[in-house]
Nanobody, 126 residues
């Protein structure tokens, strides 16, 4: 069974930074593009960023471009989301998942293995 585990969430003030981590069991993580998603209170789950499996091609939703950076360490089988200059609207539970991909792109709209982890809570508040 595929299981993702997210960590690194916290309560921070606006303008601060956090780094989220994602690891998985039940699959060979470096075979897949990985995406980060978030779900704010009362809203649906939104794709935030994704990264291809080996060539490091990335995608970001407009609201986080220039502030968030996704990366992966295939040797450690980890994917990270560095979040800088956090704002209250970034408050959400953050999840990771395997996503579809092709040559030179990842597709956050195609989630593989419909198996979501518990997520990690990010709260941005003064």
């Amino acid at each position: 069974q595929v299981q993702f585990v997210e960590s690194g969430g916290d309560l921070v003030q606006p303008g601060r930074s956090l780094r989220l981590s994602c690891e998985a069991s039940g699959l060979t993580m470096d075979y897949y593009a990985i995406g980060w998603f978030r779900q704010a209170p009362g809203k649906g789950r939104q794709g935030v960023s994704c990264i291809t499996k080996s060539d490091g091609v990335t995608w970001y939703t407009d609201s986080v471009k220039g502030r968030f950076t996704i990366s992966r360490d295939n040797a450690k089988k980890m994917v990270y989301l560095q979040m800088n200059d956090l704002a209250p609207e970034d408050t959400a539970v953050y999840f990771c998942a395997a996503v579809g991909s092709g040559l030179g792109y990842c597709n956050p709209h195609t989630v593989l293995f419909d198996s979501w982890g518990p997520g990690t809570q990010v709260t941005v508040s003064s």
